[in-house]
């Protein structure tokens, strides 16, 4: 499979994105990191050095000895310079090294060395020393590629600063998140939603809230970037005055505020939210990325598409990000509403790239969405009617009159009710029920 066909990124356009580039970084929680993954390591083998960190927290001298290795299997005894100087454990020496031995390696053809995992790489000043004497030692053509779980700001943000690196998956989002270049630095805040709920700051994961009530009210906070005091309360402390629920709710508020500005600076405060006429809007001293946010700017892109093409790579986007139901571990009123409604977006999503592949005469394709469709609302009879006449079409009657009967078993115990008449008479069209 191509990485045009899973990331709706054409090579051209991939390609010029790391041109001249020493850097390039796939960013972690990416759809398309694993068709970038592949491409790299499509590479010409003899160009391509490849070293994967198996083991979390190792310590920069362990892991340049792996690449070390990987180096020599290339091409015997080309890491004498790095190997000589990770004997004097001077993060810059190896830095310049490695450069120099990459540069010899080179013979004037385009080298990649590929670290894999580096999230596993101990972060400390030590790698920031090596990284900075890296690259600003690299030869030209030569490029370095990072994968990885997670990363945070350091090294990387005066890198990109400098014109020297790119970030690979980022593509479909407003900017480059936690690497987008800002003149007054501000702490980027990636939130994900679907599934157990996730919150980096700068790459790096909350895991301590202090409590369940700051997590949820965070995430409220996030899904309502527009609410009055009155809302917030009645959602949370309906049944406390006025007074009580003020004081709990600036509690709960500086806790988040809190779990935020340990990530950045515990001697600053960044708060979520700022006061505003009257609404609790997003604050402007965090930058955001919600992966909510992106899904029905998605959605709603589809809609208005003007193009078939258009609105299936919009559509693609959207039933990508929608990897889980929203909030998992949340069971509050307010979240399980805001999931239902996120699950119908989802749904219809699917549904709507269906008809486009059935338009197209593509049966198969429009079957598999017409049937993630049914996966999460088993109940909507006007689906399982999709895929009976798709069965229809490809002459299978046994499979169109099966999907029938499982029909009238959900909707027997579901709504105790048969199937609507039209789906019947559908039924009774099947030539083995003539």
Known sequence: ??????????????????????????????????????????????????????????????????????????????????????????????????????????????????????????????LRQFINALVGALASGIQLVFSGRSFSRDPWYEILHAGELCVLGTENRENDVMFAYEAQKRPQLEVYAFGRGHVLVNGEEIVQWDGALPRNLFFYLMDHPLATRDEIFEVFWPNLDVKEATNVFHVTKRKIGERISMMVDASDNYELTQYKHGFYIPSEKVRRHYDVTEFLSAVEQAALASSDQMEQSHLKRAIDLYKYPFLTTVTTPWSVKRAEQLKYAYVQSLVSMARLHKRNYDWQSALGYFTRALQAIPEREDIHREVMNIYLQQNRYEDAAHQYRVLEVIVNETFQIEPDPETRELFESIPSNR
Not at 12 to 30: G, H, M, N, T
Not at 64 to 87: C, K, P, Y
Not at 100 to 113: F, P
Request: proline share 3%.
């Open 1 to 126: 499979m191509s990485v045009e066909h899973v990331t709706g990124v054409q090579l051209e356009q991939f390609r010029a994105c790391i041109q001249d580039k020493k850097v390039v970084i796939l960013y972690p929680r990416s759809n398309v990191r694993n068709a970038f993954l592949a491409h790299f390591l499509q590479f010409d083998a003899s160009r391509l050095v490849y070293c994967h960190l198996t083991r979390p927290n190792t310590p920069l001298e362990i892991w340049l000895t792996m690449l070390a290795d990987a180096l020599d299997r290339v091409q015997a005894g080309i890491s004498a310079n790095l190997r000589e100087a990770l004997t004097t454990g001077d993060p810059l020496q190896m830095g310049e090294a490695l450069a120099t031995d990459l540069s010899v390696h080179q013979n004037d053809q385009t080298v990649k060395v590929f670290i894999d995992a580096f999230d596993h790489a101990r972060s400390n000043d030590a």
